[in-house]
């Protein structure tokens, strides 16, 4: 089956390797060793010619690491080891090899492989920034395991933190020849995407489509089948996907949650029926609401609605 993009196949976490410190000393000293660099949740991109990421090696990664960054062990790549590393602040002379940027702006024209990089990078620096402190105690947090925990510093709590991912249904809910698309308050003008919604504790994923479509635009769904998932850690999710049949097509759109939705018949979302004046736009190509849209289409071979 197709990948998503930014999904992290082809990265061998090698977990058992964070347990050991010898281990990782090892690797961070190895002349291969690739370090990616994320500034302010912005990743290094040289983007003369196609764009490509920009990996950091040697003298300039140890001054960083001496400088107080610590080096997060992402794993191994054809046997080459990567990790991630927090730049920000530090005065990173990149002229020449490329500029700091966000990672959504070329990921779609990235190799899928640096992709998946510099996105599981950019999450996991972001969790880190945001985590210095116990949720505990109140008291600082150290590094542990290679960058993957970060533990309470105070003796009587040593409360152990993880690396957090928010999960968060994304589905497509159609009857018939019918889809329905909206607009989220903060859509760029003219997108209509697919409805969407983070899982809440004590709810399956599927509880999630059913109440998310109801809340969103009342709509009662009978079928909910699994299409794929996407890591999107802008910041800190991993997008789960759906198909879900409505059980009619009555509905009512929440002004609360949504700017608008209806109803699409097929035929409006074949490309040259599209209007050209900017007032619909479908998702961006590296967005799995995209291609839920295109595989309910049938725009590409692969498991869809009906099976
Ligand atoms: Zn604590």
């Given at each position: 089956m197709r990948r998503n993009p930014y999904?992290?196949?082809?990265?061998?976490?090698?977990?058992?390797?964070?347990?050991v410190d010898d281990d990782i000393e090892d690797l961070l000293v190895a002349s291969k060793t690739r370090f990616v660099p994320v500034d302010s949740d912005r990743n290094l991109i040289?983007?003369?010619?196609k764009p490509s990421a920009v990996f950091i090696q040697g003298m300039m990664a140890r001054a960083i690491i001496r400088g107080g960054s610590h080096p997060i062990f992402l794993g191994l790549v054809e046997g080459e080891a990567y990790f991630a590393l927090d730049v920000t602040g530090f005065d990173m002379p990149i002229d020449g090899l490329g500029e700091f940027m966000?990672?959504?702006?070329v990921g779609p024209l990235l190799f899928a492989r640096e992709g998946s990089l510099l996105a599981y990078a950019r999450g996991m620096t972001y969790w880190h920034r945001r985590h210095k402190f116990c949720g505990v105690c109140g008291s600082p947090t150290r590094v542990a395991k290679a960058g993957h925990e970060r533990v309470c510093t105070n003796e009587s709590c040593k409360a152990q933190h993880f690396p957090r991912t928010d999960p968060a249904v994304i589905m497509l809910v159609h009857h018939g020849d019918h889809c329905m698309l909206g607009r989220g308050k903060?859509?760029?003008?003219g997108m209509h995407s697919t409805l969407a919604g983070f899982v809440e504790p004590g709810e399956s994923f599927e509880d999630a489509v059913a109440r998310e479509i109801y809340e969103e635009v009342k709509v009662k769904v009978s079928a909910v089948s699994y299409h794929s998932s996407q890591p999107w850690p802008f910041p800190a999710s991993v997008m789960i996907g759906f198909h879900a049949e409505a059980t009619s097509m009555d509905f009512e759109v929440n002004k609360e949650e949504l700017d608008t939705a209806r109803w699409f018949h097929r035929d409006e979302l074949r490309e040259e029926n599209?209007?050209?004046?900017?007032s619909f736009f479908m998702p961006r190509r590296d967005s799995i609401a995209r291609r839920l849209i295109e595989n309910w289409l049938g725009h590409e071979a692969g498991p869809g609605p009906n099976g």
């Amino acid at each position: 089956m197709r990948r998503n993009p930014y999904s992290s196949a082809e990265i061998d976490r090698a977990s058992h390797r964070r347990e050991v410190d010898d281990d990782i000393e090892d690797l961070l000293v190895a002349s291969k060793t690739r370090f990616v660099p994320v500034d302010s949740d912005r990743n290094l991109i040289d983007k003369r010619g196609k764009p490509s990421a920009v990996f950091i090696q040697g003298m300039m990664a140890r001054a960083i690491i001496r400088g107080g960054s610590h080096p997060i062990f992402l794993g191994l790549v054809e046997g080459e080891a990567y990790f991630a590393l927090d730049v920000t602040g530090f005065d990173m002379p990149i002229d020449g090899l490329g500029e700091f940027m966000d990672l959504r702006q070329v990921g779609p024209l990235l190799f899928a492989r640096e992709g998946s990089l510099l996105a599981y990078a950019r999450g996991m620096t972001y969790w880190h920034r945001r985590h210095k402190f116990c949720g505990v105690c109140g008291s600082p947090t150290r590094v542990a395991k290679a960058g993957h925990e970060r533990v309470c510093t105070n003796e009587s709590c040593k409360a152990q933190h993880f690396p957090r991912t928010d999960p968060a249904v994304i589905m497509l809910v159609h009857h018939g020849d019918h889809c329905m698309l909206g607009r989220g308050k903060h859509f760029p003008k003219g997108m209509h995407s697919t409805l969407a919604g983070f899982v809440e504790p004590g709810e399956s994923f599927e509880d999630a489509v059913a109440r998310e479509i109801y809340e969103e635009v009342k709509v009662k769904v009978s079928a909910v089948s699994y299409h794929s998932s996407q890591p999107w850690p802008f910041p800190a999710s991993v997008m789960i996907g759906f198909h879900a049949e409505a059980t009619s097509m009555d509905f009512e759109v929440n002004k609360e949650e949504l700017d608008t939705a209806r109803w699409f018949h097929r035929d409006e979302l074949r490309e040259e029926n599209l209007p050209k004046d900017g007032s619909f736009f479908m998702p961006r190509r590296d967005s799995i609401a995209r291609r839920l849209i295109e595989n309910w289409l049938g725009h590409e071979a692969g498991p869809g609605p009906n099976g």
